[in-house]
């Protein structure tokens, strides 16, 4: 009986012994085939241009769109492909099989689109350049996002303005002194004038009217925003045209002012510290078959704010539009109406708006005139 228990026990044991080690060695065989904190043998790096030391993982598309190239060094075969959330992607592969001949880097090309076919619109937008390993096996894929546009600090397309009608022929903007709370809370304001105390600034379906028939003169603040302090350069957008009589053609003055208050300076004057810049804007055709629907054609126009050291911007940085004379009337009116309003911060390394428009005034990135307008 003893002997008989001492050789089920051995054998329990041994049995304990074998499954012991049977278990180490399939973990042992698990950890020779794949070192959980090792790293992978495989490689994919992108460089925005061929004189770059380092790889970069977010990569800046030129918001004029085109041809953009990406430079890819990379030791397992690979195909690209982009994916963005529109429904149209704004950007294609068109190839990724060219091979710079001095470093041997693989060059994919992106075909990107301009940011719209009828407005001028700067606002960030995002997508994905995907690098997959052409070996599923290896599940191995590298994810590059690439941005086209900035990041908008003030937007407004007055969409929220529903008072009067969208047709400047008819006197039925609303004043700003009877908008509602809820719009006032918006933070647009407007000086009031020496002559009469009030500021001549209207509401239209849509946009804001400065002045009026009368020869009233009005600016349009913009409202505060505390991020300007983490800003150097802003660009502002915005669309302004000029009055014009639908009965006999007579036009108002066109001449405007964009000045900055409360910190930065017009970054065209930056060594001078000015501070404000006099636009011209175009008059829209009355008689034109499509009017009122085509009123903005050509009126897109970019200013460049820059903060310095003597002048920063800060938190009460504001623009200002200004028509006309805010003391008293003038003979002649100048009406203008001013849509589509976005001061946007450009970061350095970020597309170069300033040197491309060469300057502040009309848009000459992305104002389209209709013999221009591309997908």
Known sequence: MKKTLTKSFMQIALGHVCAALTLTAALFTVSCEQPTNSERSESIEVYVDLDEKEPVDVASVRVVGGLH???VKSNVAFTASWEDGE??????VVDDTAVDPKTGYRIVTLDVKRRHNTL??????TGTLILQANNESLNFSKYIQVHQGSLARISSDFAWMTYATNDPRLNDGVILSSWSTTLKDRGYRSTPNLHDGKAHLYGKKGYLQLGDAEGHGAD???PYTSDFRYDSLLMVSFRAVAHTNHVDGTKDGNKFTVEVTGGGVIADFAESNKTSIELEAPHFDPQSVEFPTDMWTGSDFLVFVVGTEDNPLTVNTTIVIKSGSLDTPTTTPNRIY?????????LEGEEPYFEENGGSGADKILGLIPEEVVE
């Open 69 to 71: 190239q990406l430079y």
């Open 120 to 125: 001028a619109y700067y606002t960030r937008r």
């Open 338 to 346: 001013v849509d589509n309003f976005y001061v946007r911060r450009v």
């Open 220 to 222: 349009m603040i913009s």
């Open 87 to 92: 429904t149209t992607p704004w950007a294609t």
